[in-house]
């Protein structure tokens, strides 16, 4: 049986965009998962009836952190090849390991890209906005999307090369710390962002500027220790005040 | 004004696709989202300063586990438009930061509304995943590609229509009040934003420190350098 050639390989980490197209609760990305599997299913299984069964199968519960989804996609594609060729797992090892990767990548992936990367884009975005009409939201998109994009798109590759050993020990490493060493250049960005909030280009803000500033940090960091209200919610609140405030001035 | 209200309507629809079913790209966060209704209403200024107090809101909300996050993506086209579409129609300059106050409670208040309506998508996609599995057992192959686009097609549309009857709804509801209040409403914007920047700056700081003293550190080291700079650098 041929391998995936690079062509495969592309048009799984394309359709791969489209993971969470269809998400529900029930199955959360599985009907995305088979989509972006197609491609290698269509390669390994010539038989369309047997593709169509396999495929079904793949339509089952899936989740994890949608960016790091390729490389176990990848994986996946690996064992599929295994078992088309009949040396390799059958549906319940392919499901069990499925299971496995998903957790392992959003136990990677979730740290990274939504608790550390995603942020920190955010705040890079904020620190660049007032120097012109596009360069905070160019700066926010290119930060995020240089490792997004990257391991969408390649990650493919590293899965199907590796196979289910991808998300092994030194990919965990290399993750970890770049997750550890993001948060550290991230607690030092919003403190050059809280600087250049109070004395944008050496000149203070007005004392009542400073004042609310530093009074809405303080909220916010006692209302981040528990899960309700929202941000969001605290937000619509202090807005609702300070609406109120002008209508009793 | 017209291609500018199509235009925001259809980054709302867009910005629906990108946050959830299409790339997850960044490119429904309201920075950006803000950033692209501002050249379309061509008025950056205004744009920007409603996209970074939503953005800095929306940093901290993530996509994990069971919760269904807010709708920001809706919410930061729904927010910019609003506040450009209010600051069009009034000649004064206080009229700015009143639509901007009117237009990012506009954005919160569509952030919060629009968690029920992705609740509901979630649910019909259930459906259309047990049609897609099947249709493919019964031997459609194609099943998969019309259920995913189909997927596609619905996010965008319900995103097209929320942000057209929010733009609608908060044009004719905070319309009078920009024209009538905007002296209190520009006071109440100078309390309301840096509250606003602090409640977000605080949540992104959470994130980075994890209760970690060294990281609170070097965050104490940067907000010092860097305020040492701007004050000799400024002068």
């Keep these: ?249 | 004004m017209n291609l500018a209200v199509l235009g925001s309507v259809l980054l709302g629809g867009l910005a629906a696709l990108d946050a959830v079913p299409l790339g997850q790209t960044m490119l429904s966060q309201p920075l950006v989202t803000a950033t692209l209704v501002g050249l379309l209403w061509v008025d950056w200024h205004t744009a920007i300063e409603v996209g970074v107090v939503l953005q800095l809101i929306a940093a901290s909300t993530l996509p994990v586990g069971a919760r269904t996050p807010e709708d920001y993506a809706s919410g930061g086209v729904i927010g910019a438009s609003v506040a450009l579409a209010l600051a069009t129609q009034q000649p004064y300059a206080l009229a700015r930061e009143a639509s901007a106050l009117l237009g990012s409670l506009a954005g919160l208040a569509s952030a919060v509304a629009g968690v029920p309506l992705i609740r509901w998508q979630r649910r019909r996609n259930e459906g259309l995943s047990r049609w897609c599995e099947a249709e493919l057992r019964r031997g459609q192959g194609g099943a998969l590609a019309a259920a995913q686009w189909a997927g596609v097609a619905f996010a965008f549309a319900v995103g097209v229509a929320v942000t057209s009857v929010g733009l609608a709804l908060g044009v004719w509801a905070l319309g009078p009040l920009v024209a009538h209040e905007s002296l209190r409403l520009s006071r109440a914007w100078t309390l309301a934003q840096p509250l606003w920047i602090g409640l977000g700056l605080a949540q992104v700081m959470n994130a980075f420190f994890q209760r970690r003293l060294a990281r609170a550190a070097v965050f104490g080291f940067a907000l010092i350098g860097a305020w040492l700079v701007l004050i000799v650098g400024g002068r």
Aim: aromatic share 8%; proline share 7%; charged share 15%.
């Design chain 1, 1 to 249: 049986m041929a391998p995936l050639r690079r062509r495969d390989l592309w048009r799984m980490a394309f359709r791969a965009a489209l993971l969470q197209a269809t998400f529900n609760y029930e199955r959360q990305q599985g009907i995305g998962w088979a989509w972006a599997l197609e491609p290698a299913l269509a390669r390994f299984y010539p038989d369309p009836a047997l593709r169509r069964e396999r495929l079904a199968e793949h339509t089952a519960y899936f989740n994890t952190q949608p960016t790091l989804a390729s490389l176990a996609l990848g994986a996946v594609a690996r064992l599929e090849e295994r078992r088309a060729a009949g040396e390799g797992p059958d549906a319940e090892a392919i499901a069990r390991v499925k299971s496995v990767l998903g957790s392992s990548a959003a136990a990677l992936g979730d740290p990274l890209f939504w608790f550390t990367l995603r942020p920190f884009a955010a705040g890079l975005g904020v620190l660049l906005a007032p120097a012109g009409p596009v360069q905070g939201a160019l700066a926010l998109w290119l930060c995020y999307n240089i490792v997004h994009l990257g391991v969408r798109m390649l990650g493919v590759g590293w899965g199907y090369r590796l196979g289910p050993a991808v998300l092994g020990d030194p990919l965990r490493h290399r993750l970890t710390l770049l997750t550890r060493w993001l948060g550290v250049l991230g607690a030092g960005l919003t403190g050059v962002i809280v600087a250049t909030m109070l004395v944008p280009g050496g000149v203070p803000r007005p004392i009542v500027f400073q004042v609310c500033l530093l009074a809405g940090l303080g909220v916010g960091l006692v209302g981040a220790q528990r899960g309700r209200p929202s941000p969001t919610e605290w937000a619509l609140g202090v807005g609702a005040l300070c609406l109120l405030s002008t209508v009793f001035h």
